[in-house]
C-alpha cells in the first residue's frame, strides 16, 4: 500500500484547503483511510476516516461540521475539503490506511502512513 498526501499550504483563518491523498495498492477492499495530523509539540491526532466498503464517514468532534472527506474512486484519491479554518487547525496532516472493517481512531492501529502535508493557518 502506498500513500502520498498533498495539498497543504497557508491559509488566512475563515478559509478553506482541499486535501489529497494518493492511494494504490490495496490488496483487499475492506480497508479505510483517515487522516490524522499532528501540530508542534502536540500528540498525532485523528481527524476523520472513510471506510471504503460502503463509504462511510466519521469525524472528529473538534471538525464535524467543518471538514468533509470524499473520494474518487477512478483516482484513487481521497480528499479532506477544509473549511472555516482555523489557526488552532495548523499541523501536518497525514493520511493513513489499515485493513480494518470499521474506522479506526488510534495512529498504532495503521499501518500505512503517506509522508504529511503541512497546513498553516495564519490569523
Known amino acids: 500500500v502506498q500513500l502520498q498526501a498533498s495539498g497543504g499550504g497557508l491559509v488566512q483563518a475563515g478559509g478553506s484547503l482541499r486535501l489529497s491523498c494518493a492511494a494504490t495498492?490495496?490488496?483487499?477492499?475492506?480497508?479505510?483511510i483517515s487522516w490524522f495530523r499532528q501540530a508542534p509539540g502536540k500528540e498525532r491526532e485523528w481527524v476523520s476516516c472513510?471506510?471504503?466498503?460502503?463509504?462511510?464517514?466519521t469525524y472528529g468532534d473538534n471538525v464535524k461540521g467543518r471538514f468533509t472527506m470524499s473520494r474518487d474512486n477512478d483516482k484513487h484519491t481521497i480528499y479532506l475539503l477544509m473549511n472555516s479554518l482555523e489557526p488552532e487547525d495548523t499541523a501536518t496532516y497525514y493520511c493513513?490506511?489499515?485493513?480494518?472493517?470499521?474506522?479506526?481512531?488510534?495512529?498504532?492501529?495503521?499501518?500505512?502512513w503517506g509522508q504529511g502535508t503541512l497546513v498553516t493557518v495564519s490569523s
Open positions: 495498492g490495496f490488496t483487499s477492499p475492506y480497508y479505510s
Open positions: 493513513a490506511s489499515d485493513y480494518a472493517p470499521t474506522c479506526r481512531t488510534r495512529p498504532l492501529e495503521y499501518d500505512y
Open positions: 472513510i471506510r471504503n466498503r460502503d463509504g462511510r464517514r
